[in-house]
Nanobody, 116 residues
Framework: QVQLVESGGGLVQPGGSLRFSCAAP????????MCWYRQAPGKGRELVAR???????TYGASVKDRCTISRDNAENTVFLQMNSLRPEDAAVYYC??????????WGQGTQVTVSS
């Protein structure tokens, strides 16, 4: 069973920063798209950022100027740096790794709370 190992959530004050990581096993290395989504209570799952196998990046409109996604292909790990966090950024953040027509896996989620 494939497991994605997420880390990086927690409690942060408004204006603070968090760095997330999501490690995928070597068995699914290569040619995968790596994404971060989030889901706040009572809301649907929302794309935060996505990075393709060749490094093409897409950001969600609500976080576009405040986050950076990157990947380490050798370690099969995706990172997300979020800055200037706001209360509305509070959600469970999920890692998603997929290869079209081959597989798709979700992480267990990591909670982010933004509060003073």
């Amino acid at each position: 069973q494939v497991q994605l190992v997420e880390s990086g959530g927690g409690l942060v004050q408004p204006g603070g920063s968090l760095r997330f990581s999501c490690a995928a096993p070597g068995s699914i290395r290569g040619l995968n798209t790596m994404c971060w989504y989030r889901q706040a209570p009572g809301k649907g799952r929302e794309l935060v950022a996505r990075i393709s196998p060749d490094g093409i990046i897409t950001y969600g409109a609500s976080v576009k100027d405040r986050c950076t996604i990157s990947r380490d292909n050798a370690e099969n790990t995706v990172f997300l740096q979020m800055n200037s966090l706001r209360p509305e950024d509070a959600a469970v953040y999920y890692c998603d790794v997929w290869r079209r027509g081959v597989y798709g896996y979700w992480g267990q989620g990591t909670q982010v709370t933004v509060s003073s």
